[in-house]
């Protein structure tokens, strides 16, 4: 049963969901730019940089779910290193994969990818608030129309079923299905995703360059 007590100290659950950071699966929009090794470099130092990230906000437990398992190196190393839950995605598509992320938690959870290393552990301290105000919902918008964070304090499948993912107007339509379920939330912040080149040089701007992969690494 999930826990119904809320309050400043009530644990919120942060999920976060990766891909493995295998060449060519991997940050592929990235590839023209980086090469297929390197974009996946860069996917191994973002799950790194996402997990501390979750693990620094200090507001409930972390589990970090691996795509296509949780088998990869990487994953068993930071869960080792970290002592943070493993699970494995599955099949389906991201929404379904989000949806069992939140309803694997008997807590009210936050979803977050390693797609949005502006994120801190700030900004999940502040979605967690949003849950223990009483709010149904706490979404942190993308710049590019989606989003990157979304805090829920128990599953909606409404909000994760036949959606258009990686388009412009998921924030919008999860905005419209929100109304429509009659839910309250909140929005703290926008904020953007790493996706394409250009959004290389915005590490640098906010001080992440060490995630960048040198050209001869």
Request: aromatic share 4%; with cysteine.
């Amino acid at each position: 049963m999930r826990n119904s007590s809320r309050g400043k100290n009530e644990r919120i659950a942060i999920a976060v969901l990766a891909k493995a950071p295998l060449p060519g699966f991997a940050k592929t929009r990235l590839i023209p730019a980086l090469g297929a090794e390197r974009a996946a470099l860069l996917q191994a130092r973002l799950v790194e940089h996402s997990v501390a990230t979750a693990c620094a906000a200090r507001i409930g437990p972390v589990t970090l779910w691996g795509a296509p398992d949780e088998s990869h190196p990487l994953f068993q190393s930071i869960g080792a290193r970290r002592g943070v839950a493993l699970a494995r995605q599955g099949g389906g598509d991201l929404g379904e994969r989000m949806l069992a992320a939140v309803a694997a938690a008997d807590m009210p959870v936050l979803v977050i990818g390693a797609d949005c290393p502006a994120l801190t552990a700030d900004h999940l301290r502040m979605a967690a608030d949003i849950l223990r105000s009483g709010a149904d919902a706490a979404i942190i918008p993308a710049e590019d129309g989606g989003y990157a964070l979304i805090g829920l304090r128990a599953p909606a499948p409404a909000l994760f079923s036949a959606m258009h993912w990686s388009v412009p107007s998921v924030m919008e339509e999860t905005r419209r299905r929100l109304r429509d379920l009659g839910m309250t939330w909140q929005e703290p912040v926008t904020l953007w995703d790493l996706d394409l080149p250009e959004d290389i040089e915005r590490l640098r701007q906010i001080g992440l360059h060490d995630l960048i992969p040198s050209a001869n690494a």
